[in-house]
């Protein structure tokens, strides 16, 4: 018997190649060729292999200006979810196509079906690749509505799928998962790199053929990932990755590719006994009530997208037990939290450089805002000091490399929201013009200009 033929492909771009390769020559990413059966194809119901994306393929599709195209089309609809709504930009819009990814047991299974349950107006069909039928009234009795009118449908072959989908014309089809569908068409089993593809692009042409919203609910891989090509990402309108430690009760919803939306938002959800609940003032839960004053520990006044948000960060500083100090960050960058500790060294003369340094962000949020600077200098001295920073006070503004402390846009709205919460102080570059922002009585507002200056204020060192 002829030996069955394979192709390599690439996980990360989807690329296939007729031989390994160390180093994908189209994306460039080293290690990612796995081996797959090539796809059959089987005349007309093979589906194309290179399909990267939606194209119409009217014969009669003209250009036209941009101005003349009606948007009636385009509409967008609420999903019942106020925070998902907000992340996607004002709701679902019609015939785009969604990827949530995330760890298993994050809650995505759970997400989805508590769209249909919050709006009942959707006709959604949600197909489970994963679990029965079952299962899914087991889960949603859980979450405290079993009377829903959502079409669910336990399928795992993507032709019948879409057959059913065309019989009952939903608005909304969640897939759940798509590494478990698979296609006839291809030989490789449900989950490589090729069913992957192919699936998502025969769903793709039918959400545009049929102006059907579709979710798509992916895997991760260990390294955070979406498992299977990256193309997965590219086809896709929306990419939403939910985020969070699965054994604390918080999960983030953070948007990561949005065609119809800005991709700063994020959004805050708490896993209850009765599902998903939306946390709609994040900084709350952020920032936990001290009944005495720690040291260690800063709150940073933080932009979220279009949010600001105010978050607690904890800093651990203690004499290295062994010849090489430990550096570890918890929900920040390594490298950018090395850098201002060699900042304090050179430019402000603490010697931290035999001192293992911890730093945590509470909330297992992971933060990127150069705002939360000063905050995380201010953690890491307090605990170096060991005294504690004023639970009152809060931080926003950025450090530069000569020990400088840089300005940050939006810092009213930031000031805005401290005051909001309850904080009386709140440290800022002396660079963020004073006439840039209206005098809030509620706060005090303390202009810093290095780290030296902060040191003398915060702790009259
Ligand atoms: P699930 O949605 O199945 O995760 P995923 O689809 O991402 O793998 O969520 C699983 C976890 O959520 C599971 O560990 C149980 C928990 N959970 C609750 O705490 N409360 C609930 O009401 C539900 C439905 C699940
Ligand atoms: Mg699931």
Redesign the pocket.
């Known amino acids: 018997m002829a030996k069955a033929k394979t192709v390599w492909y690439c996980t990360s771009c989807g690329n296939e190649y007729p031989k390994w390769m160390g180093q994908c020559p189209a994306c460039g990413e080293w290690n990612t060729m796995v081996e797959e059966p090539k796809a059959a194809p089987s005349g007309k119901a093979a589906a194309p292999s290179r399909t990267r994306g939606y194209v119409s393929t009217e014969k009669d599709a003209r250009p036209q200006p941009l101005s003349e195209i009606s948007m009636s089309e385009e509409s967008r609809f609420s999903i019942g979810i106020e925070e998902v709504d907000r992340i996607l930009g004002g709701g679902m819009v019609r015939g785009s196509m969604i990827l949530i990814g ?10 989805a079906l508590q769209i249909p349950m919050n709006c009942p107006d959707i006709k959604t069909l949600y197909v489970s690749g994963e679990e029965s039928l079952r299962q899914l009234k087991l ?1 949603a009795q ?2 405290g509505s079993d009377e829903c009118d959502c079409l669910v449908l336990s399928e795992t072959l993507l032709e019948n799928i879409i057959a059913r989908a065309q019989e009952v014309n939903p608005d909304l089809l969640i897939i ?1 998962s798509i590494q478990t569908i698979f296609s006839e068409t291809i030989e490789s089993s449900a989950g490589s790199v090729s069913q992957v593809r192919e699936c998502a692009a025969a769903l793709l042409r039918y959400a545009k053929e049929s102006n059907t919203s579709v979710i798509l ?1 992916g895997h991760i891989t260990k390294d955070g990932a979406i498992a299977g090509p990256k193309i997965l990402e590219h086809i896709v309108d929306v990419v939403l990755q ?1 985020e969070g430690d ?1 054994r604390g009760a918080y999960r983030i919803l953070r948007s990561i590719k949005n065609r119809f939306g800005s991709t700063a938002e994020l959004s805050v959800f708490e ?5 998903l609940r939306e946390v709609s003032n994040p900084s709350e839960m952020l920032i936990p009530m001290h009944q005495e004053n720690l040291s260690g520990i800063a709150v940073a006044a933080m932009m979220d997208g279009t949010r600001p948000l105010l978050i607690e960060i904890q800093s651990l500083v203690s004499t290295a037990a062994y010849g090489v100090p430990q550096r570890s960050a918890t929900g920040f960058d390594v490298r950018k939290m090395n850098m201002l500790l060699a900042v304090l060294e050179k430019r402000a003369g603490f010697r931290l450089g035999s001192k293992d340094v911890f730093l945590n962000i509470a909330g297992g949020l992971r933060i990127s805002d150069p705002a939360c600077d000063l905050a995380v200098i201010a953690a890491i001295l307090s605990s170096n000091f060991d005294i504690s920073v004023s639970a009152d006070s809060c931080f926003s503004a950025e450090v530069g490399l000569s020990g400088e402390i840089r300005p940050v846009s939006q810092v009213e709205r930031r000031i805005a929201e401290a005051a909001k919460l309850g904080f009386k102080k709140i440290y800022i570059s002396s660079f963020n013009k004073k006439d840039s922002f209206a005098r809030n009585d509620n706060i005090e507002v303390i202009a810093v200009s290095d780290v030296a200056e902060l040191c003398r204020k915060l702790f009259k060192a």
Do not use: A, Q, W
């Not at 995330?102 to 997400?111: F, Q, R, V």
């Open positions: 995330g760890e298993p047991g994050i809650g995505k299974s759970t997400l889960r859980r979450l759940d609910i939910f699965t896993m209850t006994g009765k599902g």
